[in-house]
């Protein structure tokens, strides 16, 4: 029994109206950590176990480290998660709750990873957030779900942050005879790495991460993302934080479902009208979901946010 679910496919009709297409919404967000990080994390840390794992570590500002956590506390196996000081007090709680270990270190999600990977011992495994092909297959599961359910979409809108997700997305179109529709793959400003890495010709590193969406707070995209980009249909899109943190508030009141700012990017296209939803019918939005935002956090940001610079 894997340690994800099987999430809802809804279409909806806020998001239908205001973008101009059937919205289809596959809502990661009531996994129970929280987010579609589930998927590939509890396949991950299955498989490693078999191996012979004795503790999980990881690192992760937020979702991935509480997807270890919960998939640890499942199978009864100890848990390490180094998150770096950007990590709220929210998320340093929720796996707190998961029985995990928890290390604050560093500024930025890259300097806690440096120092998850010199913690992993002999019989320890180490989970990485997003670059792993175990958790592209686990993560290619929701497309196995919404093939399932023969919806055909025309596009699919989805969030970018290391790029672990699209890897898994597009894995799961490839396998379903869907490996013609194109990912539209939306960042943050500030956050952008794989629009970077397109616009430079090849990946490299932001100097920092000044966006909101902390869940997006990748300095560098995975190269098998970048790969990815050209084998694959693939449209990269930035939105603003203001952007990100209203689509958030809208989604809440249409659908009572609070996601954090790294998901509101991908719902803002929809909010939004943008142009790059044009010519498509049929439009499967990733939900990706995450736990750690409160809407009182996210109406602090947005307040922030709207003042002049």
Known sequence: MPLHIETPLIESPFLSHAGHCAAWLKLEALQPPGSFKIRGVGAACEEYLRRGAR??????????????????????????????????????????????????????????????????????????PFDDPLLWSGHATLVDEVARAALRPDAVVLSV?????????????RRNAL?????????????????????AGHPLELETISS?????????VCDRAFQWSTEHAIDSVVVSDGSALDACERFLADHRLL?????????????????ALAGFARVLFVVCGGAT?????????????????
């Open 55 to 128: 503790r999980f570590v990881s690192s992760s500002g937020g979702n991935a480290g509480l997807a270890v956590a919960y998939a640890g506390r499942r199978l009864s196996v100890p848990v390490t998660v180094v998150v770096p000081e950007t990590a709220s007090a929210r998320a340093r709680e929720l796996l707190q709750l998961e029985a995990a270990q928890v290390i604050v270190h560093g500024a930025s999600w890259d300097e806690a990873n440096l120092l998850a990977l010199s913690i992993v011992g002999q019989s320890d495994a180490f989970i990485h």
């Open 161 to 173: 942050g290391g790029g672990g997700l699209l890897c898994g997305v597009i894995e799961g179109l």
């Open 179 to 199: 490996g013609h529709v194109p990912v539209i793959a939306v960042e943050t400003t500030g956050s952008a790495s794989f629009n970077h890495a397109l616009r």
């Open 212 to 220: 909101v969406a902390t869940s997006l707070g990748a300095k560098r």
């Open 259 to 275: 996601v954090e700012p790294a998901c509101g990017a991908t719902l803002a296209l929809a909010y939004e009208d943008s142009a």
């Open 293 to 309: 935002a409160s809407i009182d956090q996210i109406r602090a940001w947005s307040a922030k946010a709207a003042q002049p610079v």
